[in-house]
Nanobody, 125 residues
Framework: QVQLVESGGGLVQAGGSLRLSCAASGYTFSTYAMGWFRQAPGKEREFVAAIGWDGVSTNYAASVKGRFTISRDNAKKMVYLQMNSLKPEDTAVYYC??????????????????WGQGTQVTVSS
């Protein structure tokens, strides 16, 4: 079955960096778009970044553009989120998710079918 396991979260000071990783298994990773989402306490889940199945197209939420970078390694079945210049408002549980087959980086949230358990990111001021 499809499994997604996130790692790399933690506590960091504002201005710092973290790199999240998501290990995928149970499906043909290289043919699916992938995305990162986050949910802060008391708020709805929101889109953060996505990458197309071929790794060419990427898409970012306006709030993270220029600070976060999504990438994938199809050989290792991994997707990453490099987060720089972190702000307290980036504090949330971060989830990776499987997007559409041969999908681009532009997909509505409802097109993501499988989700990881999440990893906590806390940014202190």
């Amino acid at each position: 079955q499809v499994q997604l396991v996130e790692s790399g979260g933690g506590l960091v000071q504002a201005g710092g960096s973290l790199r999240l990783s998501c290990a995928a298994s149970g499906y043909t990773f290289s043919t699916y778009a992938m995305g990162w989402f986050r949910q802060a306490p008391g708020k709805e889940r929101e889109f953060v970044a996505a990458i197309g199945w071929d790794g060419v197209s990427t898409n970012y939420a306006a709030s993270v553009k220029g600070r976060f970078t999504i990438s994938r390694d199809n050989a290792k079945k991994m997707v990453y989120l490099q987060m720089n210049s972190l702000k307290p408002e980036d504090t949330a549980v971060y989830y990776c998710a499987v997007g559409p087959l041969y999908g681009s980086s532009w997909n509505p949230e409802k097109k993501y079918d499988y989700w990881g358990q999440g990893t906590q990111v806390t940014v202190s001021s």
